[in-house]
Structure formats: structure tokens, C-alpha cells
């Protein structure tokens, strides 16, 4: 079974340009989460889908950062403008149950901003 | 507000050792707890949980953890550790009454393994 795919691997932007990271989850996978993990800190939820609709954003600074996932599969995550403290690893993760609470994420993307 | 605290940051093991990490929440109700390990190029992968129940739940990789509901706490361990447990790993939570799944994590502890 194929993990959960996030491209780019790493990325290096200067603050004020703009950035996109793609997901695509395990097959099957109704629920997907982006979550931020800054250096030295446990991941921060930043929004969870549950297909294509948007079950929880409040954590989601939405000045700047916005998510979509149109046809309930495979998902973008955007940034624009970029700061510095948005430097971290963006993590992606799926669920098929939820409330199992087993999350299965995916390497991340790491971003630079310089 | 709704927090989870892993109050070691780095932890050094020898290999073959008992290891025990900690790791407390603050809710206002019982949450979901989970441990979760991440190896060095991988992603997060779950190593237990708890929900209810015997306060002693088995994981993956011969990992338990003890849910102590009169300390708040639930403390990973293994009674023998190996090369391989070298990871980063973070106790998470969730509420337990319904809502959004999204789970909180703690900062994470260090596992350091010495030969």
C-alpha cells in the first residue's frame, strides 16, 4: 500500500514570495490533516478536511495561508506572502477512521524561508 | 486550554536499558492519548493509544504505555531498548467528547540510544 506523498521535499523561498506543497493521501483515505512542525516543537494542526469540505481551520493563519481540496483526494497547501517564522516542516497526514485517532502522515516538506 | 507536556526534551539510553518517557495533559475531561515515534527520513507512525479501559495498553515495536489518571499522565516504556528506537517521540491527545479529530502534541522527547 502506497504512503501518503508530499512534494516538495524541501524548499528555499526569501520572506514575501509564495509557496505550494501537494499531498495526496493513502487510497481510501476520506480525512486528511496539514500540520506545521516548527524546529524543536511536537506538529500544530493546521487544518483537517474531511473529503472535500473543511472540518477544522482554526489554527490556519488565514492572511496567509490558505488549503484546498477540490475533489477530495489529493490536497495543496499554500502560503503567500511567506515569513520567516513560517520556516518549518509541513507535515501531511490521513486517516481512514478518525476517531481511531491513527494518523498516518507523510515525510514533509521542508521549508526555508531566508 | 487543552495541553500536552513532554517535560524531557533529550533522553540517553544505553542500549539494553529500561527506558521510560513521560508525558502529561491537561483537559477538562479524559482525552484519547497516543504515542507516536519518528524516525530520522520517515514520517510519524502511531505506537499506541488509549481510549478506556485497562490503563496498560500494548504497542507496536514492544513499546506500553500507563494511563494514570490521578497524575494526568501517560508514560511510554520499554523494558529493553534497542539501536533502533533512536527517534524523536511525541505523546498526542484529543478530546474524547466529539468534534473535530485533530490531535495535540506534545513537543517531543529525544530518544538517544549509547552502545
Known amino acids: 500500500e502506497a504512503g501518503v506523498a508530499q512534494s516538495p521535499r524541501y524548499k528555499i523561498i526569501e520572506k514575501r514570495q509564495s509557496v505550494a506543497f501537494w499531498c495526496n493521501p493513502i487510497?481510501?483515505?476520506?480525512?486528511l490533516y496539514w500540520y506545521q512542525q516548527i524546529l524543536g516543537q511536537g506538529p500544530k494542526l493546521l487544518i483537517q478536511?474531511?473529503?472535500?469540505?473543511?472540518?477544522?481551520d482554526s489554527q490556519l493563519p488565514k492572511d496567509r495561508f490558505s488549503a484546498e481540496r477540490l475533489k477530495g483526494v489529493d490536497s495543496t497547501l499554500k502560503i503567500q506572502p511567506a515569513k520567516l517564522e513560517d520556516s518549518a516542516v509541513y507535515l501531511c497526514?490521513?486517516?481512514?477512521?478518525?476517531?481511531?485517532?491513527?494518523?498516518?502522515f507523510g515525510e514533509g516538506s521542508r521549508l526555508t524561508v531566508l | 486550554a487543552q495541553s500536552v507536556t513532554q517535560p524531557d526534551i533529550h533522553i540517553t539510553v544505553s542500549e539494553g536499558a529500561s527506558l521510560e518517557l513521560r508525558c502529561n495533559y491537561s483537559?477538562?475531561?479524559?482525552?484519547?492519548l497516543f504515542w507516536y515515534v519518528q524516525s530520522p527520513g520517515q514520517g510519524l507512525q502511531l505506537l499506541l493509544k488509549?481510549?478506556?479501559?485497562?490503563?496498560l495498553v500494548q504497542g507496536i515495536k514492544g513499546f506500553e504505555a500507563e494511563f494514570k489518571r490521578s497524575q494526568s499522565s501517560f508514560n511510554l516504556r520499554k523494558p529493553s531498548v534497542h539501536w533502533s528506537d533512536a527517534a524523536e517521540y511525541f505523546c498526542?491527545?484529543?478530546?474524547?467528547?466529539?468534534?473535530?479529530?485533530?490531535?495535540?502534541f506534545g513537543k517531543g522527547t529525544h530518544l538517544i540510544i549509547q552502545p
Open positions: 488509549y481510549f478506556s479501559g485497562d490503563t
Open positions: 478536511f474531511q473529503n472535500n469540505g473543511v472540518v477544522d
Open positions: 497526514a490521513s486517516s481512514l477512521e478518525p476517531s481511531s485517532g491513527e494518523l498516518f
Open positions: 483537559y477538562g475531561a479524559t482525552p484519547y
Open positions: 487510497s481510501g483515505h476520506a480525512t
Open positions: 498526542a491527545a484529543r478530546s474524547s467528547g466529539g468534534g473535530a479529530d485533530g490531535l495535540t
